[in-house]
């Protein structure tokens, strides 16, 4: 696993847990302290050894913009194989497409013909409607509800229980805040909050001011 700090670490180790694969090491590339202790070793970048090349990547970062810097770093440090990772209690659609580092929490639904690009990540009991589109580095809040034929643009957050009402449309590095409901399309950039979600501000950047 690389980004051995990130929050969100424990709920990734977890579901590699429930999937029962080894995890051979966590890669600290921050330099502060893992979130998880005590499951497997953890190294900074300069202890990396040899062999862990040779292994498939996770990483658990759920900040869309921390997520792509993750994956950039790891791929200059020389990883290349980055799994699709499903929790074993989500229900995935046989015709959903799952592009390579998505993670998935426990409880999603997935319908069908949704598709989730590279480094998509679900968190816990959210829902994706049939023929949804996630760009790479989305991340979806725990319970949040994306309906029929939405599409979420790169580096988006959308925040726990928010709801995207079908074919709606939200721009790439946007924030749709906890709760809110989406009924309209949202502009890239900006920051909707509220039933129904209204523009708050446009900051031009994305979830914590970083683009992707």
């Not at 970048?45 to 658990?60: H, K, Q």
């Not at 790169?154 to 925040?159: A, K, Q």
């Not at 995207?164 to 950039?189: E, H, L, W």
Request: with cysteine; glycine share 16%.
């Amino acid at each position: 696993m690389y980004g051995a700090a990130s929050s969100y670490t424990g709920d990734v180790v977890e579901i590699l847990g429930r999937l029962s694969w080894q995890i051979r090491g966590l890669i600290d590339n921050l330099g502060e302290a893992p979130r998880t202790r005590g499951t497997a070793p953890v190294v900074g970048l300069e202890d990396i050894p040899d062999d862990w090349f040779d292994y498939a990547v996770v990483i658990p970062v759920a900040t869309p913009g921390h997520r792509l810097a993750a994956e950039e770093q790891s791929r200059a440090m020389g990883f290349t194989r980055f799994p699709v990772v499903v929790d074993p209690t989500s229900v995935v659609a046989r015709s959903a497409a799952l592009s390579g580092g998505c993670v998935v929490n426990a409880g999603v639904v997935i319908a069908a013909g949704a598709e989730l690009h590279g480094f998509a990540s679900v968190n816990r009991s959210a829902s994706i409607g049939h023929g949804a589109t996630l760009e790479s580095y989305t991340f979806i809040g725990p319970g949040a509800t994306l309906c029929g034929d939405v599409r979420v643009g790169r580096g988006t957050f959308i925040g726990a229980g928010a709801v995207i009402m079908p074919g709606v449309t939200i721009g790439a590095n946007s924030v749709v805040g906890a709760g809110a409901v989406a009924t309209q399309a949202v502009p890239a950039g900006t920051v909707v909050v509220g039933n129904p979600a209204r523009v708050v501000s446009r900051p031009g950047t994305g979830y914590r001011g970083f683009n992707v």
